[in-house]
């Protein structure tokens, strides 16, 4: 049962989004002492221009919504979909806004927040991720590389769904890719301990405005702000090798302007001699199949044959966990990527795509 709440304080900020000045405007605000939960609403007031949000406190990285419009509520003990849970330090925090689409002249932001002394929000089921073992045969293992869970701003589906419709298509394993977030990790620990026959990798989706990379096998968030503070494309690779895990550029040639922002891999820069894996069909193959699954191919080919080992990758990027309408939606399993794995764990999952045994 949750407590009555007062709010401490309220505040109020709006402001002007630049064109220039790189991708990302990083606004301040202070969080009063004894804030046990706040809400923070946010608006570009546009109908034309698309902003991200996302939150930083003075201990780091709290969480990525992208383009979700609903409020996010922060809390000690439970926080609202792509946020982290935790203490709630007094002192300055950042909203840092993304300028995902703007026009020829500058956005415009309003954000109200309540401070709160008790939570409003009741906690989902979390835990410690702890490393499991399903099988422990050396087979092939039928997966999907790229699932999104409500975790993602522009997703609606549970684990539990995720869950379901998976071992219904016959998988062994799923990598939950949350964009630019690792607040679905310990809600993925909780799910695995009720799961037998169904492995949930770690995962996200580096999502930024020149390409998507899946990031699997990682532990905690890796910064995705290209052009803020020395990130790109090398420091966010080396970010996810450092923690053990592997890069996948996702969907490379998918170019799809406005509907699908910074879908195309554009980064120059990258260090392709640290990448494992390239995504070359994304989705329901009737959708991109003729489209740009040969473009991919071709990308695939030109790399390997600079010198590049990079593992055959094929993901859903489901984000309703089957339900998806339409006459060629994306369902978890389509495609399928089979992987010649030591056993059913998440190290033998990365480290077969860092030896490149997947079909």
């Known amino acids: 049962m949750l407590a009555l709440t007062a709010v401490i304080s309220t505040l109020h900020l709006t402001g002007a989004v630049p064109v220039a000045g790189g991708d990302y405007l990083v606004v301040p605000f202070d969080v009063p002492a004894g804030t046990v939960e706040f809400a923070l609403a946010h608006d570009d007031g546009s109908d034309f221009q698309i902003l991200d949000w996302g939150l930083w406190g003075p201990d780091g990285f709290r969480g990525w919504g992208g383009g979700l419009t609903e409020p996010m509520v922060i809390g000690v003990a439970g926080s609202s979909r792509g946020y982290l849970a935790g203490p709630i330090a007094a002192g300055t925090w950042q909203l840092v806004i993304g300028k995902a689409k703007l026009g020829p002249d500058p956005g415009q932001y309003t954000v109200d927040l309540e401070f709160r002394d008790a939570a409003t929000l009741a906690p989902e089921p979390a835990a410690a991720w702890t490393p499991v073992v399903l099988a422990s045969e050396r087979r092939w293992y039928a997966g999907d590389f790229h699932v999104h869970s409500r975790d993602s701003g522009d997703a609606s589906a549970t684990l539990a769904e995720i869950a379901a419709y998976a071992r219904g298509r016959g998988l062994d394993f799923v990598v939950l890719s949350d964009h630019n977030t690792s607040a679905q990790y ?80 554009d980064h120059a820069d990258t260090p392709w001699a640290m990448v494992s894996g390239l995504e070359i069909q994304t989705g329901n193959a009737e959708l991109t199949g003729g489209l740009f699954t040969p473009k991919a191919i071709a990308l695939w080919d030109r790399l390997l044959d600079q010198g590049n080992t990079l593992a055959a990758i094929g993901g859903s990027d489901d984000h309703r966990a089957g339900t998806e309408g339409g006459a060629t939606p994306a369902q978890i399993g389509g495609p399928t990527t089979m992987v010649l794995a030591d056993e059913l764990s998440e190290a033998a999952i990365v480290a077969a795509v860092a030896a490149g045994r997947t079909v």
């Open 186 to 265: 310990p809600h993925q620990a909780a799910a695995q301990a009720g799961l037998t026959d169904l492995l949930l990798v770690r995962g996200a989706e580096i999502t930024t405005y020149g390409g998507h990379g899946n990031a699997i096998g990682i532990g905690r968030y890796v910064d995705h702000r290209v052009g803020l503070g020395g990130v790109g494309a090398p420091s966010i690779v080396a970010d996810v090798v450092a923690q053990g895990g592997r890069f996948i550029v996702n969907h490379p040639e998918l170019r799809l302007g406005d509907a699908c922002i910074g879908c195309g891999w």
